[in-house]
């Protein structure tokens, strides 16, 4: 069931690409409600006479594009996108499980590995193969269920540490995910609930696959240390971390093995990572179905893969997409992951997040 697995091998699955996000400021925008991105083609919109030529995409509040790649949209379709971003995947997946055949949108991108069986087991999502699929995204497609989420992005999801911060205090940081358990470390750490952060998920099934039968113990013993647990990313990485905008007092975070690439002065902890896929999917219902294909491949082309590493620091799925010069280096790939299957994660999850409430108190 578990599985480690070696950077060649990673690197043999992915294409040697990885996850992150686009500066990591970036990623920091306000929860917005309705962005409109025209899309200008002489192709005839989808599904005209009763969407006026609208697709509606739900997203995680983190989801960024530069307005090149917008622009690339007006390009290529006569159709208009409205954005919708609200919380986190967990949030994300939750919301659009609960709503199959009466959707808030057409598409939905940005649940990941961890989460996908919800919507899938919920039949919330149309069957749709982008045929764009075959340059890479298809080796990341969820087992059986290849028809359902589209990949278009990867990474890794790791702890980071401000080495500045502890340079500046002569103090050594952390040099596994297993000194958490040390309360001088666990008070400087803050991580992400599993229940409502994919993050917090991914880091969760980390503990799960390293540890073994001792993972409950391990976070009894951080959290009882001191650990800061919050509810997404955001919260965690620009408002507590001591490296984040906001400049926080926490000077080891829940992140990725690409966040350094875009914040100076730190470095992540490679033995705590985890695989992470994020997925785009038709929302079962939509009145636009048309429209969401069109995007759906619109996210796997040369101008989204591309954009994807500066952009969201992540890794794009397609295969011969140049990434940003030097950006190997600055984001560097994990000697070992710990990897679970999806369909152990399904079976197991709702256990497992019950477990990790006892073991923490919540």
Not at 37 to 53: H, K, P, Q
Not at 128 to 140: F, I, K, N, Q, T
Not at 178 to 206: M, N, W
Request: charged residues 20%.
């Amino acid at each position: 069931m578990t599985q480690l697995r070696g950077v060649n091998e990673l690197q043999a699955e992915s294409g040697g690409r990885r996850r992150g996000w686009s500066g990591i400021a970036s990623r920091a925008v306000a929860l917005t409600v309705g962005v409109g991105l025209v899309f200008t083609t002489a192709v005839a919109c989808a599904d005209e006479s009763t969407t006026g030529g609208q697709v509606t995409l739900l997203t995680h509040e983190s989801f960024e594009l530069p307005e090149s790649v917008i622009d690339g949209f007006r390009r290529q379709t006569g159709l208009t996108l409205e954005i919708v971003r609200s919380g986190d995947a967990g949030q994300l997946a939750s919301t659009v499980s609960l709503t199959p055949g009466a959707p808030k949108g057409d598409a939905v991108y940005g649940i990941d590995n961890t989460f996908a069986s919800r919507p899938i087991e919920a039949g919330a999502l149309e069957s749709y193969e982008s045929p764009l699929a075959v340059d890479g995204a298809d080796e990341y497609a969820v087992p059986g269920a290849a028809d359902k989420l589209t990949a278009v992005d990867r990474g890794d999801v790791c702890l980071n540490i401000d080495d500045a911060w502890y340079e500046s205090r002569s103090l050594t940081p952390p040099a596994s995910f297993r000194d958490l358990v040390k309360p001088e470390y666990a008070s400087q750490t803050v991580l992400t609930d599993p229940a409502t952060s994919s993050p917090g998920t991914a880091f969760l099934l980390t503990t799960v696959g390293a540890l073994g039968d001792g993972w409950q113990d391990y976070w009894k013993r951080v959290v009882g240390g001191g650990a800061t647990i919050v509810s997404g990313w955001e919260v965690a990485y620009n408002q507590m971390f001591s490296a984040g905008e906001g400049k926080g007092d926490k000077p080891i975070v829940l992140s990725y093995a690409s966040s350094p690439a875009a914040t100076p002065d730190t470095s992540a902890l490679l033995d705590s990572c985890f695989p992470q896929v994020e997925y785009i999917g038709i929302l079962k219902g939509t009145r636009n179905s048309t429209g969401a294909r069109k995007l759906v491949d619109y996210m796997l082309s040369p101008e989204v893969q591309s954009a994807l590493p500066e952009s969201m620091y992540v890794y794009p799925v397609q295969r011969d997409v140049e990434l940003p010069e030097g950006w190997p280096a600055r984001a560097a790939v994990p000697e070992w992951m710990s990897s679970l299957p999806p369909a152990t994660i399904a079976e197991n999850r709702e256990s497992w997040l019950d477990q990790w409430r006892d073991a923490v108190g919540r």
